[in-house]
Structures are given as structure tokens and as C-alpha cells.
Nanobody, 126 residues
């Protein structure tokens, strides 16, 4: 079993930056892929970024590529999402999630993730 706790959300002006963190506990952190998803009001949850259990593969949604950077520190059981050049359309609740399938790839599908955090709100004002 895995427990995930997000932090770092908040209100920021367009063009600003935020760093989200996801602290994990339970199963050894370096044995599963982790990812960030987001959900805006009235929209479906969407993939943002992910990093494999081996820390060798990262993947990003086209909408955030070049602006967001995902990383993980297996020694600290923590994953990060550095978000730069934020836009109003980035406003959403951001969730971290764990994929325990030991897959060699990063999945974009929410149904393939087994555990989720409670979410943290990110609001970007124009």
C-alpha cells in the first residue's frame, strides 16, 4: 500500500512559478512509477507528467512540455513538479499518483494508477 500527500499549491500570477511536492510512504518509493494529473472544474482528469520507477524515463503532456519539470528523490521518498511560465489554463487541482505495475513506461491513463493523493489547488490569475 502507498500513501501520497501533495503540497505546494497556491495562487500565482500568470508567468509565475510554483513547486509541487508529493511525499510518499508505504511501499519502497523506488519500486513504482509516479505521475502528476490535474483536474479543472467541469473537465476530466488529465495527465500532466510522469517519471518511471527507475528514474530513467520522464514524459509530459504537450500542454506543459518545456514549462514543467518532473523529478523524484528516491532517498527522500518525494516527487516534485516544477512549474514555470504558468498560464491561467493551468488552474486545476493537481494530484500525484502511483502506478505499481512495474511497467517500463510512463502511462498517461489515470486508470493505470493505483493510489492517489488528496490533491492540491493551483490557481493562476491573469
Amino acid at each position: 500500500q502507498v500513501q501520497l500527500v501533495e503540497s505546494g499549491g497556491g495562487l500565482v500570477q500568470a508567468g509565475g512559478s510554483l513547486r509541487l511536492s508529493c511525499a510518499a510512504s508505504g511501499r519502497p518509493f523506488n519500486t513504482y512509477t509516479v505521475g502528476w494529473f490535474r483536474q479543472a472544474p467541469g473537465k476530466e482528469r488529465e495527465f500532466v507528467a510522469g517519471v518511471s520507477w527507475s528514474n530513467s524515463i520522464t514524459d509530459y503532456a504537450d500542454s506543459v512540455k518545456g514549462r514543467f519539470t518532473i523529478s523524484r528523490d528516491n532517498a527522500k521518498n518525494t516527487m516534485y513538479l516544477d512549474m514555470n511560465s504558468l498560464k491561467p489554463e493551468d488552474t486545476a487541482v493537481y494530484y500525484c499518483a502511483a502506478d505499481l505495475s512495474f511497467s517500463a513506461r510512463v502511462s498517461w491513463s489515470a486508470v493505470e494508477y493505483d493510489y492517489w493523493g488528496q490533491g492540491t489547488q493551483v490557481t493562476v490569475s491573469s
